[in-house]
């Protein structure tokens, strides 16, 4: 028997579907949007050289300005989520482009913005000070004036602004590969039964078996099928990589890694804090591997085992369910953020869960100023699953706050100055929180108890093992494509199969080969250093989940304030407002001590 087939999408019950009428009700009344924003761009090239001609014009330059963006980003979420969850919808692809083409263009257009408020100096402080519509762009002026050297002249602006369009190709073209072309064989079972391979949340279907025999296989054909285009995949990541090489000295950078952190002021020693002490607690690692192999009865525990279930008899959730537990969790932060957490998740459908035949690999949360946070996520009815979702719901709680408390300039994930490592401390504190109420509960429940730790591993395992094994790789390739020496499939390959085999150690018994494929397997790599900031982000969400389960003075409204709080501030300045230091290895450290913990229990429950 082969596996049910994903239903159609016109066959998705509406509950199960995100809330699209709510920002366009057809595809006519989203290219009248379109076509009015294209034809209002050019207008703000009428401000070109006089941003320095009097407080008013810069006032009504920037009410201008913002107002084209939040008017463009509801159409880039718009499109982003109709191409997500059905990629076989020709017109939302083709719309997909154009409003990639429409940001170019208005990047293009704006380019000489920054350059004019850099060369007007401490002018824009005066004003800011005297004028009230200017103060709330305090703090990016001043960041603007702090990053003043790496900001070229308005002409070398355009130029850098039109290539965003076209350099966006390398990552296009990846998503295109691996979500829509790249195919893989049916994977067979101890019975011989075909069972589908598609790609899902990174691992493919199937390898979550409790049959080890369909595990093996379905893991041995999604690297394989990425194997078989290796070379094509290494070509494009590494144009990708070159691109980010040739900006990053554009603007007068020693490293794309500086040029990446810089605009959100976090120094880069936060990244190798990061990596050293993820490296000197692989122990940790280890252990866990040891731990599983005792409690999924193997000799021998491979890679195809990572993902093995703990137990046979694992809960089946309820979305409903997933949403109540939730909620619950995070009951600590208000009714005030749980009534809107449950709406959104529910009644206002944030969240388009369904599972149907040509979704996307992955989930996200889509933020936008003035129309939801939606949810792209395949709910699957596990403890995983509704992990998955409580992470998104974290992004998209993040983006609705800031929504409450800051203009657009601070506001969103492309915020100027905004931090991926802020972000994903708001995912990963849902996680922290729900997962800390759930092992209060059914204590004496093994299989939930041991499901729960499946969860919290493979969560921990995708965000503190691979991110930051994949962190080490960027900064390998980086640093090879910096000093000009030679990248290609085998030492990409190479370099791979050495980080996580050490990450593996002695306790898994690795097939070098396939485990190199894991380069190929996440576009993640296609945003440089964006990877580390999971695990930053995951130390600091279990730091500011115990200041509030410790019940330590105002950890709960310091929480709040941290993602009220937007870009306002530096990243550093973010983590502290919300009572952590990122700048310590110890807030690392702290995070291992919970994964230890979770190892400890899960050695207990072990045969």
């Keep these: 028997m082969t596996t049910p087939t994903p239903i159609k999408r016109a066959d998705v019950p509406k509950e199960q579907t995100w809330n699209r009428e709510s920002v366009f009700a057809t595809w006519n009344d989203f290219q009248a949007e379109y076509d009015d924003i294209a034809t209002q761009i050019p207008t703000l090239a009428s401000y070109r050289g006089r941003l320095s001609e009097s407080d008013d014009v810069l006032a009504e330059y920037f009410d201008t300005l913002f107002a084209l963006r939040r008017r463009a980003g509801r159409l880039a979420v718009f499109v982003g989520l109709a191409t997500a969850v059905d990629t076989s919808d020709d017109t939302a692809r083709t719309m997909e482009g154009q409003v990639n083409t429409l940001f170019a263009q208005m990047a293009g257009t704006i380019a000489f913005t920054e350059p004019e408020l850099i ?58 590969l691996v979500n829509t072309d790249l195919k893989f064989p049916d994977a067979l079972d101890s019975q011989n039964n075909p069972h589908r391979v598609a790609q899902d949340i990174v691992p493919p279907t199937g390898i979550k078996s409790t049959d080890r025999d369909l595990r093996r296989d379905a893991w041995e054909k999604f690297c394989d099928g990425h194997k078989a285009v290796e070379n094509t995949l290494a070509s494009n990541l590494i144009t990708n990589i070159k691109q980010y090489v040739f900006l990053a000295r ?141 992470h998104e719901l974290g992004h998209s709680m993040h983006s609705y706050w800031m929504d409450q408390h800051q203009p657009e300039v601070y506001n969103g994930y492309f915020a100027n100055g905004s931090s991926g490592a802020i972000a994903e401390t708001a995912s990963n504190f849902h996680q922290a929180m729900t997962r800390a109420y759930l092992l209060s509960i059914n ?148 995070t291992f001590a919970v994964m230890s913990k979770l190892v400890e229990r899960l050695e207990d429950l072990a045969p």
């Design 119 to 176: 060369a007007m100096g401490n002018t824009l402080s005066q004003w800011a000070q005297a004028d009230e519509r200017l103060s709330i762009y305090q703090h990016y002026f001043d960041d603007l004036l702090r990053q003043a050297e790496h900001t070229q002249s308005p002409e070398v602006e355009r130029l850098l602004g039109m290539l965003t369009d076209a350099f966006n190709g390398p990552y296009a073209t990846y998503v295109e």
């Design 250 to 390: 554009a603007r007068g950078y020693e490293t794309v890694l500086e040029a990446r952190l810089a605009p959100a002021n976090l120094p880069v020693a936060v990244f190798h804090n990061l990596v050293n002490t993820f490296k000197d607690n692989l122990h940790v690692w280890h252990r866990y591997w040891e731990a599983k192999r005792k409690v999924i009865g193997v000799e021998e525990i491979r890679p195809y085992d990572i993902w093995a279930p703990l137990t046979e008899n694992p809960p089946y959730i309820s979305y409903e369910q997933a949403v109540d537990w939730i909620v619950t969790g995070l009951e600590p932060l208000g009714e005030r953020y749980t009534n809107v957490l449950r709406k959104g998740a529910t009644t206002d459908r944030w969240v388009d869960y369904a599972q149907n035949e040509g979704r996307k690999q992955g989930a996200f949360s889509s933020a936008c100023y003035d129309c939801p946070p939606f949810i792209f996520n395949t709910f699957d009815g596990s403890l995983t699953g509704m992990s998955v979702l409580a």
């Design 443 to 590: 204590t004496d429940d093994r299989d939930f108890q041991l499901s729960l730790i499946e969860e919290a591993m493979f969560n921990f395992h995708r965000y503190f093992f691979i991110m930051p094994t994949l962190a080490r790789l960027e900064l390998e390739l980086y640093t090879r494509a910096e000093n000009n020496q030679p990248l290609n499939a085998s030492i990409i390959n190479e370099l791979t199969a050495q980080f996580f085999g050490e990450g593996y150690g002695d306790a898994l018994s690795d097939e070098p080969v396939r485990t190199a494929t894991n380069w190929m397997q996440f576009q993640h790599v296609y945003v440089p250093y964006y990877t580390f900031q999971y695990s930053v982000g995951i130390s600091a969400a279990h730091a500011l989940s115990g200041n509030i389960h410790d019940g330590k003075p105002n950890a709960t409204d310091n929480y709040l304030n941290f993602i009220g709080a937007g870009w306002s501030h530096y990243a550093i300045d973010l983590f502290k407002l919300g009572g952590v230091d990122m700048t310590s290895a110890e807030t690392i450290k702290q």
